[in-house]
């Protein structure tokens, strides 16, 4: 009797009772910084990235369905310093009226150097927007990643913390992990040739200095002249470490490994993670690969 009784009173409850509670809907620029909203979100958010893996945020489009998801969302967060110049446009066109998130909000942007004639084409003018590349700047992400996330959804605010607590305790182990594999390589041997300017921050933390071509970036062609000069420059600085970028071109630097006699040394991962299954499907992945690619190549030099 006891058992009819409970069946009974279960079916009088609604069905929507049983079902799982709704995940916040958020968005993300691109999918480096969706990998950090999704690590701090965790089950109880479900994450929408504009730009995917192995594509470019700099030269963008948004298309009718990125604007859906927009409005879809509660909470939308970006990188700022200028990365996603297409953002402001794609949320007015939306009508967004949620909360919007600068993820870098805290931290002190690094200022790019301007050679003689270098043009940056890019919407952040001369700051250098790829924050990320600091594992040190990716902890004050992480952290106002977590305080959005606790403000739109109050009630699972200390899932949001705890999640936040252990991502950043992998990435100050990260910090010293790369630390301690750069320091295998003699200071003067610390030069890498990249496609375009896009680890300065990463520079700064480790020692390294990074070359790329004079006044390029992901959406220009190098001149006769761009190429000459860097060729120079390779032979001078007598570097051996040359990559290329999984959102640019390869063409320009296999060109310069061509003129200066050096081979193309590996891929690099700058602006957007790989698709799943690649090397650098999540950020973690993403910068061991390279701080690994970068040591085996820097060897050569």
Excluded at 156 to 162: D, H, L, P, R, S
Aim: hydrophobic share 50%; net charge neutral.
């Amino acid at each position: 009797m006891l058992r009819k009784l409970m069946i009974a009173l279960a079916l009088l409850v609604p069905l929507a009772s049983w079902a799982a509670p709704a995940k916040l809907p958020v968005v993300a620029s691109f999918s480096i910084l969706g990998d950090l909203v999704a690590e701090v979100g965790g089950d109880k958010v479900e994450v929408v990235t504009l730009v995917g893996p192995d594509q470019d945020a700099h030269v963008f489009q948004p298309a009718p369905r990125d604007a859906q998801a927009i409005i879809k969302a509660r909470v939308v967060f970006l990188n700022g310093l200028g990365f996603e110049g297409w953002m402001p446009r794609l949320i007015k066109a939306a009508g967004f009226k949620g909360m919007q998130v600068v993820a870098s909000t805290g931290i002190k942007p690094r200022q790019m150097a301007e050679e003689a004639g270098d043009v940056h084409e890019h919407d952040h003018g001369n700051i250098d927007p790829h924050a990320w590349q600091d594992p040190v700047n990716v902890q004050r992400y992480v952290a106002n990643i977590a305080v959005a996330l606790a403000k739109a959804d109050p009630a699972n605010a200390a899932y949001y913390q705890q999640h936040a607590a252990a991502y950043t305790q992998q990435l100050v182990a990260l910090e010293g992990w790369a630390r301690q594999q750069v320091a295998t390589i003699a200071a003067g041997k610390r030069k890498v040739i990249t496609s375009h300017d896009a680890f300065g921050y990463c520079a700064a933390r480790f020692g390294i200095t990074f070359l790329a071509p004079q006044g390029m970036n992901t959406d220009a062609e190098a001149s006769a002249r761009d190429v000459a000069l860097l060729v120079q420059q390779i032979r001078r600085e007598q570097v051996k470490a040359v990559f290329v970028e999984n959102i640019t071109n390869p063409k320009l630097l296999q060109q310069l490994a061509r003129e200066a006699k050096i081979s193309v040394g590996g891929e690099l991962y700058s602006d957007a993670l790989s698709k799943a299954g690649g090397p650098a499907a999540s950020y973690l992945a993403m910068y061991r690969y390279n701080i690994s690619t970068l040591v085996a190549g820097m060897k050569q030099n």
